[in-house]
């Protein structure tokens, strides 16, 4: 297995082109299952998770090709209405078949997901909602197998859906399968997260009825056919945000390409905070850092516009080499601090209460062999690399690679000593 190693305490000078969202291109990808005609998708990200996706759609017969950073599918083919635990198993966001495949053939089997390291990530939600909708489901085998047989020509009906708690995989699931639905539906206390908007966007072009994206309350008029489009993914806000909280730790300045500001507010907010001057204008965002003082500050996570979960590992990579004590509440996830260990053998003070880490800033890290345990905690490793003394390893970093294009390459060109030791 792949791991990195980083000699640390080099200042981050340059430019950072910002790849295409993970957490749109996946749903994105997978919404070319609603139609019979050709989707065209530019600034899709060079990411593990990509591929896998494309496996899955592929292995439905969905003809997926896959050039650098785009791809044109084609589910005009497909035969298979199953995705196997094989599949599934190396990808949650797997799920997202689920709506698309009732939608459009009236039938699925989909292998329940299956837990992960930040938590139990139960899918009851997108089940609820579905069902809601007409789809009869049963858990078998550890396999969804949902039908739609029984209903009037097919089809979903729309209806109104509350979701009890914000899903984002759950509000792009039920707004994939009720664009193809018969009559409206509403999804309230939808996810309001820019990628469920991106998502939203691909989807009218092709043809559905939607409003309300990026609100809390999403109405979808079913529609009886979608067709081909072309869209490009939106800018990964958690990788523009990973790099912004590097340059925190190293001192520098970087300019982030390609970005939208305007979606990173509470996190520009809380490295301002930090004590580092943000500028921002049209689509980049510019971070200085010129003095090595850091200032502690509270992170507390929450649905979007608030602070995002993605970001927690990696702020708190920040707050343990600030001149003080912090607070970091994770509020989305029962089991995302699996980096805290990590940080700690090198040299971080923090201390783990229920859902609230207390992190009391240290002058220096110590280099060390540290190990990745998800995606995000990975980049927590990757940026206390970047700042602590002497060399650090980070092993199984197949983890990154699920979410971070290139990200020895781009962190090289700044000035860092980054290698990928295979
Ligand atoms: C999406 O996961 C993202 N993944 C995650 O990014 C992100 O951390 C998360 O949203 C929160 O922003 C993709 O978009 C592919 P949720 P998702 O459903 O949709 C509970 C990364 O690092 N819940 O919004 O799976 C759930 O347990 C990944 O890129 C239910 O209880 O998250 C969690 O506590 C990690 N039942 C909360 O809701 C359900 O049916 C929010 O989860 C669904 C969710």
Do not use: W
Request: charged share 20%; aromatic share 4%; hydrophobic share 45%.
């Amino acid at each position: 297995m792949d791991k990195l190693k980083i000699i640390g305490g080099n200042k981050l000078y340059g430019d950072v082109a910002v790849s295409g969202a993970k957490n749109a291109a996946l749903p994105i990808l997978i919404a070319s299952i609603l139609t019979d005609e050709k989707l065209e998708i530019e600034n899709v990200p060079e990411l593990k998770d990509i591929l896998t996706t494309s496996v899955l759609l592929r292995h439905l017969g969905v003809d997926v090709r896959l050039y650098k950073n785009s791809c044109t599918l084609d589910a005009s083919q497909v035969a298979i209405t199953e995705a196997p635990y094989e599949l599934v198993k190396t990808m949650r966001a797997s799920i997202l078949v689920l709506g698309p495949l009732l939608a459009r053939f009236g039938k699925a089997v989909v292998s329940l997901p299956g837990g992960c390291s930040i938590g139990a990530r139960p899918v009851d939600l997108h089940i609820k909602a579905l069902e809601k909708m007409g789809a009869k489901i049963n858990i078998h085998n550890g396999y969804i197998e949902a039908s739609l047989k029984h209903l009037p020509n097919n089809k979903l009906q729309g209806c109104k859906i509350f979701m009890d708690q914000v899903s984002v995989t759950g509000t792009e699931n039920i707004m994939m399968a009720a664009t193809l639905a018969s009559g409206t539906t509403y999804i309230e206390n939808a996810a309001r997260e820019p990628e469920v908007e991106d998502l939203g966007k691909l989807l009218i072009s092709m043809g559905a009825s939607i409003k309300g994206l990026g609100t809390d309350l999403i109405q979808i008029d079913g529609v009886e056919k979608l067709f081909g489009a072309k869209h490009s993914v939106m800018f990964d806000r958690i990788e523009a945000g990973t790099y912004m909280a590097a340059v925190v730790v190293t001192g520098g300045e970087i300019t982030l390409k390609g970005v939208n500001p305007s979606q990173l507010e509470s996190v520009i907010e809380k490295i301002k905070d930090a004590g580092v001057d943000v500028s921002c204008k049209n689509n980049e965002i510019t971070i200085l850092k010129n003095n090595n003082k850091i200032n502690p500050v509270n992170i507390r996570t929450g649905v979007y516009p608030s602070f995002p979960t993605d970001m927690q590992a990696q702020f708190m990579a920040i707050n343990i080499l600030a001149q003080g004590s912090s607070e970091v509440t994770e509020t989305i996830f029962e089991n995302r601090f699996m980096h805290v260990q990590e940080l700690v053998r090198m040299g971080a003070s923090i201390d783990v209460k229920g859902n609230t880490a207390f992190v009391k800033g240290v002058n220096c890290l110590e280099g060390a062999s540290v190990m990745a345990t998800d995606l995000r905690a990975s980049a927590s490793l990757v940026i206390a690399g970047l700042a602590a003394k002497g060399e650090t390893i980070i092993e199984r970093i197949y983890h990154l690679d699920r979410g971070y294009e290139r990200i020895e390459e781009k962190l090289n060109a700044l000035g860092a000593k980054v290698e990928r030791i295979h």
